[in-house]
């Protein structure tokens, strides 16, 4: 009798942890469509959703050990609510070889760190290579820097990318294909920004929005957190926890408002183009979050329409996936993927369409 009991209480317990769990993951779906002020929490629970899927998939397997058949429906179902979610990270199959030989458009976003800030001028030059390899017809840069070593970096692109178009000084679109007008988008109180580019290829144009948007900066708040507390050491007293917690927390939601505000303002000036657009850049977020749903708008997500594999464009600790190229539906996606070259922080992304 007393082993029936401890397994009816731990049936209990593992039950309320799933409901738990479903009911976090569900919530973190979308967490997105709401914006992150007044909705801080749900609005992080975005980035957790992974880990809430591994927890589901984890609950699943405990209840088919334990032949509980109808609680293993809750995390099926729940999974099953995922699948969208898992697209925009991972999808089956490979890149389709002849489309990606087919005639069309190669677009690539790439945030280069300022190349490292190295004086040399080969970190660009090896880029640029690269770019030469990959066939690109049009290449978006964030953070950028004109100069390194004794030459401008325009002219040495020049001669593969005839046409450019600057718009802050750390952004630039360039092309082998006339620019006709470009556009610097400001944000407010932030050094991040935003540029437009109209583009004629061989009569059909479009614009083609270069974007970098607010910093999470993880490293200067762990930087801050770890200030706190060498101050606290200094001073002979154990900082609470809950004030680096609260530091952490509080740059993250800055980070989240500042990116919610600015993403709002590119997809009001990408709804309101008289042209097809192509929206690319250096989000600084993750899928399903409220900037990524917000950019997406009507786009098509091309990772989506024609990727394949793990998608992750970050090298940093945590491979996360913050760079996207989305395209209007009057374009067809051939073929999307990331670089493996490692002159940044970033990976460059490659999108090929047709127009």
Same mark, same amino acid.
């Given at each position: ?11 209990? #317990? ?27 929490? *749900? ?23 334990? =032949? ?59 880029? @640029? ?9 049009? @290449? ?87 200030? $706190? ?5 200094? =001073? ?6 809950? =004030? ?66 793990? #998608?992750?464009?970050?090298?940093? *600790? ?6 996207? $190229? ?30």
């Amino acid at each position: 009798m007393g082993k029936l009991a401890v397994y009816k209480y731990l049936s209990l #317990m593992f039950l309320a942890i799933q409901l738990i769990v479903t009911i976090f993951t569900i919530t973190a779906l979308y967490g997105g469509d709401v914006p992150p002020a007044g909705h801080t929490s *749900r609005a992080m629970l975005v980035y957790v959703l992974p880990l809430l899927i591994v927890a589901n998939v984890l609950m699943l397997v405990y209840w088919l050990v334990r =032949r509980k058949w109808l609680y293993a429906l809750l995390p099926i179902l729940t999974v099953a609510c995922c699948i969208p979610y898992i697209g925009t990270l991972y999808q089956f199959g490979s890149i389709d070889k002849a489309a990606e030989q087919a005639k069309g458009l190669k677009i690539a976003t790439y945030n280069v760190a300022l190349f490292q800030r190295e004086t040399s001028g080969f970190m660009a030059l090896d880029i @640029l290579a690269e770019m030469r390899r990959q066939r690109v017809d049009v @290449l978006c840069m964030q953070e950028y820097s004109n100069v390194s070593g004794d030459k401008k970096n325009s002219e040495s692109y020049k001669d593969y990318f005839p046409y450019m178009a600057t718009g802050k000084e750390d952004m630039v679109v360039y092309s082998r294909y006339p620019i006709k007008n470009s556009k610097t988008i400001l944000f407010d109180d932030t050094n991040n920004s935003a540029m437009s580019a109209d583009i004629d290829v061989n009569g059909v144009e479009f614009r083609i929005f270069n974007v970098h948007l607010q910093t999470t900066g993880i490293n200067r708040t762990l930087h801050q957190a770890a200030k $706190i507390q060498s101050q606290g050491a200094m =001073r002979g007293y154990e900082v609470p926890q809950n =004030r680096i917690v609260n530091a952490i927390f509080g740059n993250y939601t800055m980070g989240m408002m500042f990116r919610a505000g600015q993403a709002i303002e590119v997809a009001n000036q990408v709804r309101s183009s008289e042209k097809p657009c192509i929206l690319c850049g250096d989000f600084n977020d993750v899928p399903y979050s409220f900037v990524y749903n917000t950019m997406l708008g009507n786009l098509v997500d091309g990772f989506k329409e024609c990727g394949s594999g793990w #998608m992750y464009t970050f090298r940093g *600790r945590k491979a996360v996936r913050i760079d996207y $190229i989305f395209h209007d539906k009057s374009f067809k996606g051939l073929s999307y993927y990331k670089g493996d070259i490692t002159n940044s922080d970033h990976l460059p992304v490659y999108l090929k369409i047709a127009l």
